[in-house]
Every structure is written in C-alpha cells, then in structure tokens.
C-alpha cells in the first residue's frame, strides 16, 4: 500500500492508503470523497501538478509524501445538441448528440490543460494552455480544423457555425461553414490589432485597437460593414442579434449595420441615440439605454422595435429580450414589457400562481426562455409571464420557489437555484422543465447551463446532474464515471 497525505488550503488533512498499482485519477476520487469537494488539482510537495489521471501514482510520488489539494472551478459550455465541462487543468468530459458535439473521445489524450471552450451551434473548439486548439463536432459546422496549425490563440468567438480566433499578433483565424464567417480571407489585410470579435448568426465583426471595426461573412447578416465603414470609428461595444450588428461609439451614439428590418438601420431614431451606454437585442430589434435612464428601439414593430408610451419609460436600469419582446427593470423595482404580447410583451398576465396574478414590483433581476419571463423578487420569490409553454407559468411550483438566488433557461424552460442549495425548474418537460427525476441529487447547487433542450446542475461536491431531453444533454449515465477523473 502507498501512504499519501493529501491537505487542502484550509489545513485539513487525510492520510489516503491506496495499492500501489493504483493511478492519479484513483488517489483523486479518493480526495474528493474524503473531503466532499470537486473538481481537485493535486500539487506534490515539490510544486508538481498531477494532471494525468493514468499515470501510475508511483511513479511520481514516494510513501509517506505529502499532496496538496486545490478545489477548481469547473466550467460548462453548450452547443445547442450536447455540454462540455472541464476544469482549467482536467481535461474535458463531453455528452449529448454524438455528431454534434457529445462525442470528443478520439481527443480525449489531447483535451489537457484546457484554459476556454467555445461552441457553434453543433461544434467544440477548446483553447489549451499552450495556445493551441482543439475542434470536434459536426465539421460543417467548425468541427474540423485539422487543415490549419492554430498557435498562440488568446481568445475564440463563435457564429451559428463558424469560429474566429484571435492570435497574440493580433491577427485573426477563421474556419468553418464560409457563408457564416469561416472564410476571413477577403478583410484578411485589415484584421491587425484586434482585441475584440463579436457575432451574430452568420457573420462577424473585430474591433481594432485603434476603436475601428471591420466585418465579414453572411452580408445581409452584417458581414458588410463597409455601408457604415466612416462611422465605424472609436468604438466602444457592439451588440449582436440574429442579423444585424450595433456598434456604441465612444461619443454615446450609435451605428448600425445588417438586415434593415432587423434592426441594421437605425436612421429613425438616430437623434435620440445620445449618450448610449448600453443596448439588448430581440430576435429582429434593439433596444438602448441612454445615461439619463431613457430608451430607444428600433427594429420590427412587432419584435420589439416600437415602444408604446416611449415617452413614460423612465430610469431604466436593466433590459432582457425573448425572442420577440422586450422587458426592463425600472429604478423603482417595477417592469414595463412591450413587444410581442404572445413572447412576453405583454405582463398583464404575470403572475406568481395559476390564480394569482400580481404587479411587478420590487424585481432585481430578469431571465427568459424564447417565449417568456421569470423575474426573482426581492423576498426571493419569482413571477412569471409569457407563453405557459416556454415556463410563463410558474403555479406549479410556486411554493417551492422561495429565496431564489439564480434563474438559468433552455428555449422552453427554467431551472431556479435556491438559497439552500437545491433547484427548481418549470415549463416544458421535454426541454428542462420536469427535474423530479434528479429533484434528490439536486444538493448543494453552485452553477447550471443549458443547451436548447437540456440543463445540467454543478454541485459543492464535483457531482454532476443533467435532465431534460436524453438526446442533447439531459442523460449522463454513459459519461457519469468520467466526472470523477477532472
């Protein structure tokens, strides 16, 4: 038997006794069942990391050495088919629809070290330490990368089904379906200096150093930047939506690029874009916050692009978006929607039970399905409104929804992580909104994601729970042993 004193920050400490023959991954389940903490980086004395969970434990420590034990934040990002979920030192465990980015076994040897991961709508690309990067999924989509070497990548953005890398020289990699922005080669020459890339479904645009901006692909998507080039100058942010772009100049004002009637041409309302300081997107509209609390929307009608007593909206402090609505917070804590009624315009039907509808007061944060609203009170409870399909009504759980602290959504469904630890999730079963099936393995919650169909739940003690539809992520049964060796 091998001897090992395994310690975490805190002081605390166990004597660990394992067969010799045993492995990294062994002595690390051991330690996170010892201490009831996930998601371990092990560090010899010497300052060592033990990041291979296959390698043979003696191989690198002696009898009676001691480990140090660092808890690690474990991280998940989504395609809209499948997860990944990986630890800055592990290496990745992947689940869901196989071609779509569920399956990354034949790099599972490769995924060390991974620093960021990045996703289409049905491709992977992780960033590992070195800089280098790592691509699986569907390769349509940017699953494939094997025809160019990527080094020294700081960060990654992502279309529908593209990706763009930026390179420590500042110049920018681009691979994937080409009409959404795989193919940078025709603004190659002008992407130097940038420190930021944005999307939108099908097309790009990078922010230089210097504040201009340069776009590509899908040009009705915004992949022609060229139409607003001489105001594209000094620009602070952009906002992206499903077909257009909107830039927040330094100066307040804004500039606006893509499908017009999405929100590409904002020239109605360009006299009150003054002192912009933040914008939200619908599906086809946008809407700003200006420094004096104000708001101006442009864009469908229908989507959210008119604002119905415009003139009355004071002090706005925050904006969410469903698909084709709007709701913001005011300063007082009430909530004024518009857009349309049936996507969650409309709070008439708010309501915190089937039977019960209130007025919108005290709210501190909204989140939101495609179709509908959830806002967590400041006594930590929850109303809801919008389609009852897509988790505008909550009266199901109602009693259970108290001291909620966070809200996450797939496209139908909500997921409520309460003060105590536990969860609660409403709206459509199939896509998240029925967790009775996991509601005793979900203890001590830190952290949900979702896909389009599915969540998964991080809990305190590396435990992971996934439920919603099996095929995109809701089923880990076929992964539930790999969780233990990140």
Request: charged residues 20%.
């Amino acid at each position: 038997m091998l001897n090992v004193s395994v310690a975490l920050p805190s002081g605390h400490t166990e004597l660990l006794s394992l067969p010799c023959s045993c492995k990294v991954g062994d002595l690390k389940i051991e330690a996170r069942q010892k201490f009831r903490r996930g998601f371990l980086k092990l560090v010899t004395a010497g300052g060592q990391p033990l990041t291979d969970p296959e390698q043979i434990l003696q191989d690198v420590i002696q009898e009676g050495d001691s480990i140090t034990a660092l808890a690690l934040e474990a991280r998940v990002a989504a395609t809209d088919w499948a997860f990944a979920l990986w630890c800055r030192d592990g290496s990745v465990v992947t689940w869901g629809h196989l071609n779509l980015g569920g399956d990354s076994s034949e790099f599972q040897d490769q995924l060390r070290n991974v620093s960021e991961v990045q996703a289409t709508e049905s491709a992977f690309a992780a960033i590992l330490a070195d800089g280098s990067v790592i691509t699986w999924g569907n390769p349509v989509s940017g699953g494939d990368n094997s025809e160019m070497k990527l080094e020294n990548v700081q960060q990654i953005q992502a279309t529908s089904a593209a990706f763009a890398a930026i390179l420590a020289d500042g110049s920018v990699a681009t691979w994937g379906d080409e009409c959404s922005g795989g193919d940078s080669s025709d603004v190659e020459d002008q992407l130097i200096n940038v420190q930021h890339v944005q999307a939108t479904d099908s097309a790009f645009v990078a922010i230089r150093a210097d504040g201009s901006a340069v776009a590509w692909g899908d040009p009705d998507k915004g992949g022609d930047s060229c139409v607003g080039q001489e105001k594209l100058k000094n620009v602070l942010q952009i906002q992206a939506r499903r077909r257009a772009f909107a830039a927040i100049l330094s100066d307040g004002s804004v500039a606006t690029w893509g499908d017009e009637r999405s929100g590409g041409d904002s020239s109605d309302v360009q006299d009150q874009l003054i002192n912009v300081q933040y914008i939200q997107a619908s599906e086809r509209a946008f809407v700003a916050i200006c420094s004096d609390g104000s708001v101006v929307a442009w864009g469908d009608p229908l989507m959210g692009g008119d604002i119905p007593g415009v003139d009355e909206i004071k002090n706005v402090k925050a904006v969410q978006s469903t698909r084709q609505a709007f709701a913001a917070i005011l300063a007082d804590g009430s909530v004024v929607a518009w857009g349309n009624p049936g996507y969650g315009g409309d709070i008439w039907g708010c309501a915190i039970s089937s039977e019960t509808r209130v007025n919108l007061k005290n709210v501190q944060h909204i989140q939101a399905t495609c179709a509908a609203f959830a806002a967590i009170l400041t006594d930590g409870s929850v109303a809801t409104w919008g389609d009852p399909k897509y988790g505008g009504d909550s009266g199901e759980v109602h009693e259970q929804l108290r001291s909620v602290q966070k809200i996450q959504a797939t496209s139908a469904a909500f997921a409520a992580i309460l003060a105590d630890g536990s969860a609660v999730a409403w709206g459509d079963p199939d896509a998240g909104g029925d967790s009775s099936d996991v509601q005793d393995q979900l203890i001590n919650v830190q952290y949900i994601q979702a896909t389009e169909r599915a969540f998964v739940a991080i809990c305190a003690d590396g435990s992971v729970v996934a439920w919603g539809d099996p095929d995109i992520g809701g089923d880990i049964s076929g992964v539930q042993n790999q969780f233990w060796y990140l």
